[in-house]
């Protein structure tokens, strides 16, 4: 018994050795959270391409606030988070300030203190209309693009096209005939389509729009990129109305403003190739 000796019993011997499972509270942290974040983590390189873009983009934020006023959160914070939720594929803002309230990470990236208080999920539906009137998601990845090509990144020979389906904010029940009916349509020969005859209440714009014959048709938009084909990098990116012809009329669209349409091509102007699935009617090795 001399081995246990100053305890009563064995087992609070054990206790002891193996330490306890209490938890105090700290009421201060002297460790920087960006002492805690992996120096190979992959959003160190992200958060350092975004900064350097929305540097540039500075005076474009300027215009968008009023000069009085109370001050409003950082678009460049918004933005970060919004990022966020697209990289790890978060279904909701409101899921998204949940990881930003106990997830070191997230803070880190989006740039908030462990002490500081997440916002409410109001503020991206405030602020989501101000940074669409801007372009500011047009203007960032251009900025971002940049980058890529001062460090040789970008090709300007095989690009690839490629759209998706975008489920609006509007249901199905929110579609009502309309009064008088059209007497011409959007489809082929001016034929009268369902979306032309019925729009919707709380999302004009949206259509109903099948991806394939035996879906259902959803009120939705289509996304629409191309990616440049050596690094797999997004060069131009847009969203239309959902149509059957849409995704070509987009990539059409996307290729004068990168220089590369049918009307800019001269003798001396370098072939290009643009692939696409069935959808977009086009094929590699051959001109738009």
């Given at each position: ?12 011997y054990v206790r ?221 990116a847009c ?50």
């Amino acid at each position: 018994m001399k081995r246990y000796e100053g305890f009563h019993k064995p087992m609070e011997y054990v206790r002891r050795m193996r330490g306890n499972d209490e938890q105090q509270g700290a009421a201060f942290s002297y460790i920087n959270p960006e002492e805690r974040i992996p120096a190979e983590h992959p959003l160190r390189r992200i958060r350092a391409m975004v900064d350097t873009a929305l540097r540039e983009m500075s005076l474009h934020f300027a215009a968008l606030y009023a000069r009085r006023g109370r001050p409003s959160i950082p678009p460049e914070k918004l933005l970060r988070a919004l990022l966020l939720q697209i990289l790890y594929a978060l279904r909701s803002e409101r899921q998204l300030m949940e990881q930003m309230n106990y997830n070191l990470l997230f803070r880190w990236f989006v740039g908030l203190n462990p002490d500081d208080a997440v916002w409410d999920v109001t503020v991206f539906t405030k602020n989501r209309e101000r940074l669409l009137q801007g372009e500011i998601a047009q203007r960032l990845l251009e900025a971002v693009l940049e980058q890529a090509r001062a460090h040789d990144l970008l090709s300007a020979e095989h690009f690839t096209v490629d759209g998706t389906l975008l489920e609006a904010w509007a249901s199905r029940r929110s579609f009502v005939p309309k009064d008088p009916p059209p007497t011409a349509g959007s489809g082929s020969g001016g034929k009268i389509l369902l979306r032309d005859t019925h729009p919707s209440t709380t999302d004009p714009e949206a259509r109903l729009y099948k991806k394939s014959t035996a879906g259902e048709s959803k009120p939705s938009y289509l996304g629409h990129v191309i990616v440049e084909n050596r690094k797999g990098l997004v060069v131009a990116a847009c969203a239309t109305w959902s149509s059957t012809t849409a995704e070509r009329e987009a990539a059409l669209q996307m290729l004068d403003e990168m220089g590369c349409g049918a009307g800019q091509v001269t003798e001396h102007t370098p072939r290009i190739t643009l692939g696409a699935d069935e959808r977009g009617k086009f094929h590699r090795g051959k001109k738009p």
